[in-house]
């Protein structure tokens, strides 16, 4: 399978630990993005890479979270001192960065769940 | 400001009938559009994509329209198939823009 790939799928955590979660892209893809998705709502944006530099970030992003591309590859996003209000669905999405080309490809998502 | 959103939030079909799915947005600046159908427990899937300087584009059974005059966007599926059922999100990006703008979503339901 040469999609977006995330891990993990799932994450139980309780209030305060830190979480960390994975995405590898499509393969040559050199834009990266991250969004968080509640129940019952669409996707918002949480931050963008292209290659290994992050180039913009949302409000929604606290100082709690960050998010990385060492190498231009995969994409980490971490989560410290969780709260319960940080319960949603983490989507990585993947397009190649080319002018004119904005398809975004989504993984299958981490679903966070806060107890 | 950016936002997108839908007239309905629920929309129920019988098998075979066309389905029709709208959403507004309200930045004139939005320079593409794309609609997305999500599955439970899945992320987003591309259906199709309209730039703002057309205002008609068709793909496999799947209509995207789009009428810049009232700032409306529509989703014209042919014989929807039970497969089809999912939630449904109209996005938009701003000119020069990166990241998606999504409205809440509509929920397709086929009836067999």
């Known amino acids: 399978d040469t999609g977006v790939s995330q891990n993990p799928r799932h994450k139980i955590t309780k209030r305060g630990q830190n979480v960390t979660f994975r995405c590898d892209p499509i393969s040559e893809h050199n834009r990266l993005y991250w969004y968080r998705q509640t129940l019952g709502q669409g996707p918002e944006f949480l931050t963008y890479f292209q290659n290994e530099a992050q180039l913009e970030k949302s409000r929604l992003l606290s100082d709690r979270f960050s998010a990385e591309r060492p190498k231009g590859s995969f994409s980490t996003l971490e989560i410290q001192r969780t709260e319960q209000g940080d319960s949603a669905m983490y989507l990585c999405?993947?397009?190649?960065?080319?002018?004119?080309?904005?398809?975004?490809?989504f993984g299958p998502g981490t679903r966070l769940t806060v107890t | 400001g950016e936002s997108v959103g839908l007239h309905l939030p629920t929309l129920s079909v019988q098998e075979g009938d066309n389905s029709i799915i709208n959403c507004a947005y309200s930045n004139s600046a939005s320079d593409y559009f794309i609609w997305y159908k999500q599955e439970s427990g899945k992320g987003p899937q591309f259906i199709i994509d309209?730039?703002?300087?057309?205002d008609k584009r068709q793909g496999q059974r799947v209509t995207v329209l789009l009428n810049k005059t009232v700032k409306h966007l529509s989703l014209q599926i042919a014989a929807t198939q039970p497969g089809d059922s999912a939630v449904y999100f109209c996005a938009e990006i701003l000119v020069y823009g990166n990241k998606l703008v999504f409205g809440a979503g509509t929920i397709l339901r086929v009836k067999s």
């Open positions: 999405a993947s397009s190649p960065g080319l002018a004119g080309a904005y398809e975004q490809y």
């Open positions: 309209i730039r703002s300087n057309m």
